[in-house]
Nanobody, 126 residues
Framework: QVQLVESGGGLVQAGGSLRLSCAVS????????MGWFRQAPGKDREFVVA????????DYADSVKGRFAISRDNAKNTMYLQMNSLKPDDTAVYYC???????????????????WGRGTQVTVSS
């Protein structure tokens, strides 16, 4: 069974930084593209960023380009999201997701993903 567990969320002031982690159990990590999504209260879950199986390709939402950086360590079955220059609009529950897929795919929609974590809260105060 595949399980995804996010960590690293918290409360930070605008302009600050956080680093999220997503630990994946099971044997699918190296065969999976990984993604981060977020959901603010009253809003739909939205795409943040995705990374290909080997980390060689990434796709970012325009709202986070230049501020967020995704990475993965396949030896540790863990994905990371470095978030810098945080804004109050970044406040949301952040979810990681896994998609068994081809080598260079970077899925960007929720329905494409096979497995989801339970989320970690990120709150950015102004």
């Amino acid at each position: 069974q595949v399980q995804l567990v996010e960590s690293g969320g918290g409360l930070v002031q605008a302009g600050g930084s956080l680093r999220l982690s997503c630990a994946v159990s099971g044997r699918t990590f190296g065969s999976s593209a990984m993604g981060w999504f977020r959901q603010a209260p009253g809003k739909d879950r939205e795409f943040v960023v995705a990374i290909s199986r080997t980390g060689g390709r990434a796709d970012y939402a325009d709202s986070v380009k230049g501020r967020f950086a995704i990475s993965r360590d396949n030896a540790k079955n863990t994905m990371y999201l470095q978030m810098n220059s945080l804004k109050p609009d970044d406040t949301a529950v952040y979810y990681c997701a896994a998609k068994l897929t081809t080598l260079w795919a970077v899925p960007s929609t929720t329905h494409e993903y096979d497995y989801w974590g339970r989320g970690t809260q990120v709150t950015v105060s102004s």
